[in-house]
């Protein structure tokens, strides 16, 4: 078993930053291969953001955040960033972290689900 626990998440103007953190507990934060951030707007489906592949060489964004966002990881300390640039009202959501089998878009991928961090944009 997994536990996922992100952080970081808070109010910030529009064109702002924030990072987001994601620790990982219960097993070998390494035997996942991959790793994910994914986010649900209000009255929204939950969205893919990014993933990142264990070794951190592979990483896939969706199209709105490429080069605002950034994910990286940290195996030794069992942890997940999601560095967040030029933010927009539009990326108002909840932000999920996520551990699973493949680096993916697919949602059904993932095993683990974190409890969410809010991430809210002012205009």
């Known amino acids: 078993q997994v536990q996922l626990l992100e952080s970081g998440g808070g109010l910030v103007q529009a064109g702002g930053s924030l990072r987001l953190s994601c620790v990982a507990s219960g097993r070998t934060f390494s035997q996942y291969s991959a790793m994910g951030w994914f986010r649900q707007a209000p009255g929204k489906e939950r969205e893919f953001v990014a993933a990142i592949s264990w070794t951190g060489t592979y990483r896939l964004y969706d199209d709105s955040v490429k080069g605002r966002f950034t994910i990286s990881r940290d195996n030794a300390k069992n942890t997940m960033f999601l560095h967040m640039g030029s933010l927009s009202p539009e990326d108002t959501a909840v932000y999920y972290c996520?551990?699973?089998?493949?680096?993916?878009?697919?949602?059904?991928?993932?095993?683990?689900w974190g409890q969410g961090t809010q991430v809210t944009v002012s205009s």
């Open positions: 996520a551990a699973g089998s493949g680096t993916s878009r697919d949602s059904s991928l993932y095993s683990y």
